[in-house]
């Protein structure tokens, strides 16, 4: 029987995609790369990150430590490694790396050499015999939350959207994640979305599992803000969800990030909802707002044996994601 680990449970390695010259990043490189390495060197602190590049030449010298570090030349599109790296499962015991479809969000963006990449780090042989499985069929690691114990948290608007799939039923979508994923319940959100995001809604960008009981999530006060509406309409049907054993879930609501727009006026996806949890920190991103400090003693609470890091993260959204959506962790066998 196939499970998804949960992100909390013991990880291998981190795996990361840095922005180069040929990337949506190019006019601003040098303001990109910053929170990249920032965030390659919070996760080294404590475990292996895999840094695939376009050109390793130099990269290494923009680092005061590279232990824990590996440097990796494959060709990409783009940075986004959460949606487009290895989604694993455990099996027997074992690890196993599954190669999901990557289409660019629904075709939005051209991911060719994206798609690409696990099969060619695969071949490096950086992931040893970890076996890999590549299924013809769109996921993004993004759009799927796992409690590790056979729970999918996850989002309508994504995995059933027309541009994923052919825009399968809630029920077909569920027999996929059975099959590939050994999904036992998905626990489904109808509502909340972020201006500025490009993935429909993904569920990272909106609430996360941090224990098989407890569910954070973004909560927006301002009933005059855009999100109003459609945030509490999630917030209440979360409400409703119940664990395995029939209890309501504890849930702690994160503050909605103060607006932040680009230079089109354009507001862009700020949300503390994509934070990572690796085996030595909780690391999240912060905006230059004022409920950067408030989020961080939410994160205190939640996580009091991890150090927490916080991220400026504001060049990131400015291309649609942020700190979780650039990382993609690879599970330990020994973690279960």
């Known amino acids: 029987m196939r499970i998804v680990p949960a992100e909390w449970q013991k990880q291998r390695a981190v795996l990361m995609a840095f922005p180069h010259q040929n990337s949506d990043w190019a006019d601003d490189l040098q303001g990109a790369l910053t929170p990249f390495i920032r965030i390659a060197q919070a996760i080294a602190y404590a ?75 695969h071949k490096k042989g950086y992931l040893g ?23 999918i948290l996850t989002t309508t608007e994504c995995l059933c959207n027309p ?15 059975k099959e590939y994923l050994g999904t036992k319940r998905v626990l489904w959100l109808d509502h909340g979305y972020l201006a500025g995001d490009d993935t429909d809604s993904h569920i990272d960008t909106l ?23 459609a945030l509490k309409k999630m917030e209440d049907q979360l409400k409703t969800f119940k664990t395995f054993e029939g209890k309501a879930y504890t849930l702690v609501p994160l503050p909605m990030a103060s607006a932040k727009f680009d230079d089109e006026g354009n507001r862009l996806a700020a949300t503390y909802a994509n934070f990572l949890i690796t085996n030595g920190a909780l690391i999240y991103p912060t905006y230059s707002v004022k409920e950067d400090k408030e989020v961080h003693e939410i994160f205190k609470s939640l996580f009091p044996d991890k150090e927490i890091v916080p991220i400026e993260c504001s060049r990131l959204i400015e291309q649609g994601g942020s700190l979780h959506c650039s990382t993609m962790q690879i599970p330990s066998n020994s973690g279960y």
């Not at 494959?74 to 487009?84: E, L, M, Q």
């Not at 769109?138 to 759009?143: D, F, N, P, Q």
């Not at 541009?163 to 994640?177: C, D, H, I, S, Y």
């Open 163 to 177: 541009n994923r799939n052919g825009g399968l039923t809630k029920e077909a979508v569920e027999k996929k994640l």
């Open 47 to 121: 475990e292996p990150v895999y840094i695939v590049c376009d050109n390793t030449e130099n990269i290494s010298d923009m680092f005061c430590s590279t232990q824990n570090m590996s440097f990796i030349e494959i060709a990409t599109n783009d940075t986004w490694t959460r949606d487009y790296g290895y989604i694993s499962v455990e099996e027997e015991g074992e690890l196993k790396l599954l190669d999901f479809t990557f289409d660019g969000w629904g075709g939005k963006f051209e991911a060719s050499l994206d798609n690409t990449v696990n099969k060619t780090l």
């Open 129 to 151: 015999t970890t076996p890999l499985e590549s299924i013809d069929f769109v996921l993004e690691g993004g759009s799927i939350e796992s409690d590790g114990e056979g729970t």
């Open 207 to 229: 609430a996360r599992f941090v224990s098989v009981d407890t569910i954070t999530y973004v909560q927006c006060l301002d009933e005059e803000d855009e999100h109003y509406d």
